[in-house]
C-alpha cells in the first residue's frame, strides 16, 4: 500500500485527516477544530455547538444592513426570505466569521413569493423570523415574532428607497397596509390599490424594499432583545380582533376550533372583496 502522502490525502477525504497525517509526516497542518455536538435523546438530534447555541450580536450599522437586505433580494433572484436573513445573521458572518459563516444561507431562497411562490408567509418576515430562531427558543422568539408581525400587519409599504441604486424600479413607489402578514393578500391589495401588476419590476422593487424594511425592524428588536435579555418585552397590543375574537375562540374557551395570530378582520369581515367570484364575476 502506498502511504505517501498524496496517497492518503486522495484515499481519506482530504482536510479531515489533516491531523493524522500531520502526525504521521511531521508536516504542520492545522486539524479543523473538533466540532461541538450535543446529542439530543438517545443519540439523535445531534447540532453542532448545541441547541440554540450561537451567540447573537448586536447590529449597529442597520442602514448598511438594510442595504444588504435589499441587495440580497436582487442577488440571482434569492429574494426576500433570503434578503432579510442574510442582512442579520449574513451581517455577523462577515463580521465575525464562523459559526455564523457556515450557515447554508441559500436554504431562504424557499421563502421567496411567501415558500415557493405559494402567497403564504410572506418571505421577509420568514426570513427574520428564522434569525431570531437561530439564537431564541419558542419562548422568546415568540414575543420578538409577534412585534414584528403586528408592526408588519399595520404599517404602510414599501417605506426604503434606495435612490440611484434601484435595481427593479427608481423612483417612489406607492403604498398601501396589507392587515396581513401573508404574502398573498400583501402582495395582491397593494396591486389591486395601485393598479400595478403582481408580475411587474414595480412589484418585486416593492418587495425588495419591504425586505430592507423588515430587515431593520427586526435588527431593531434583536438588538432591544440582547440588550434586554430574557425579559425583553414588545410594545404592540395584541390586535383588536384577535382579542375580540378569541374570547370565545382560543383555548378553555367555548368555542376552541381556532388556530392562529393573525389579525382576523381580512378574512372575516364579510367585505365586498371576500364575496363569491365564482358566480357573477367577470
Ligand atoms: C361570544 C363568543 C364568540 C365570539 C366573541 C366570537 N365567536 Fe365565532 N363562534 C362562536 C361559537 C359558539 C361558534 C359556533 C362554532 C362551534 O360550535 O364551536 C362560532 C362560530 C364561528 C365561525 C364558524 C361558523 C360561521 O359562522 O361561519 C366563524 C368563522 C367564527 N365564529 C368567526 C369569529 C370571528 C372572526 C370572531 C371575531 C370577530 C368571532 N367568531 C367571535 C362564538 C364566538
Ligand atoms: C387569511 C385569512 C384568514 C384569517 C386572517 C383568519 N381566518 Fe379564520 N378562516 C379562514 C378560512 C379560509 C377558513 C375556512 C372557511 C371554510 O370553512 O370555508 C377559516 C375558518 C375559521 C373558523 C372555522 C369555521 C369555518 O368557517 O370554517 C373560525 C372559527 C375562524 N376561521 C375564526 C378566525 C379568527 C377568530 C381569526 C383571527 C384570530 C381568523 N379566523 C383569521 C380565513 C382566515
Given amino acids: ?70 441587495k440580497g433580494y436582487w442577488y440571482k433572484g434569492y429574494g426576500c426570505g433570503y434578503g432579510a436573513f442574510y442582512a442579520i445573521v449574513g451581517t455577523m458572518a462577515e463580521k465575525y466569521g464562523a459559526p455564523y459563516n457556515t450557515f447554508p ?37 415568540k414575543p420578538m415574532v409577534n412585534e414584528l408581525f403586528r408592526w408588519y400587519e399595520t404599517t404602510a409599504f414599501p417605506i426604503y428607497n434606495p435612490g440611484e441604486a434601484a435595481q427593479g424600479f427608481k423612483g417612489d413607489l406607492p403604498t398601501s397596509v396589507s392587515n396581513s402578514v401573508l404574502c398573498h393578500v400583501s402582495v395582491s391589495r397593494w396591486s389591486y390599490e395601485t393598479k400595478i401588476p403582481a408580475n411587474s419590476k414595480q412589484r418585486s422593487e416593492r418587495c425588495g424594499r419591504i425586505t430592507a424594511d423588515v430587515a431593520k425592524k427586526a435588527i431593531e428588536i434583536l438588538n432591544a432583545k440582547i440588550e434586554a435579555g430574557k425579559d425583553w418585552k414588545g410594545a404592540l397590543a395584541k390586535q383588536e380582533s384577535v382579542t375580540q375574537c378569541g374570547a370565545c375562540h382560543s383555548k378553555g374557551k367555548m368555542s376552541d376550533i381556532v388556530k392562529g395570530n393573525m389579525d382576523c378582520t381580512p378574512c372575516h369581515s364579510g367585505n365586498e372583496h371576500l364575496g363569491n367570484k365564482f358566480v357573477n364575476h367577470p
Fill in 1 to 70: 500500500m502506498d502511504f505517501s502522502r498524496r496517497a492518503m490525502l486522495g484515499a481519506m477525504g482530504g482536510l479531515a485527516v489533516g491531523g493524522s497525517i500531520a502526525a504521521m509526516s511531521g508536516n504542520v497542518i492545522a486539524a479543523p477544530a473538533a466540532p461541538v455536538m450535543s446529542p439530543g435523546k438517545d443519540g439523535h438530534f445531534m447540532q453542532m455547538h448545541g441547541e440554540f447555541g450561537w451567540k447573537p450580536h448586536k447590529i449597529d450599522d442597520i442602514a448598511a444592513a438594510m442595504d444588504v437586505a435589499y
Fill in 105 to 141: 444561507f441559500t436554504i431562504m431562497e424557499m421563502f421567496k413569493g411567501g415558500f415557493g411562490d405559494w402567497g403564504t408567509i410572506c418571505g421577509a418576515l420568514a426570513g427574520a423570523g428564522a434569525a431570531f430562531s437561530v439564537f431564541y427558543g419558542r419562548k422568546e422568539s
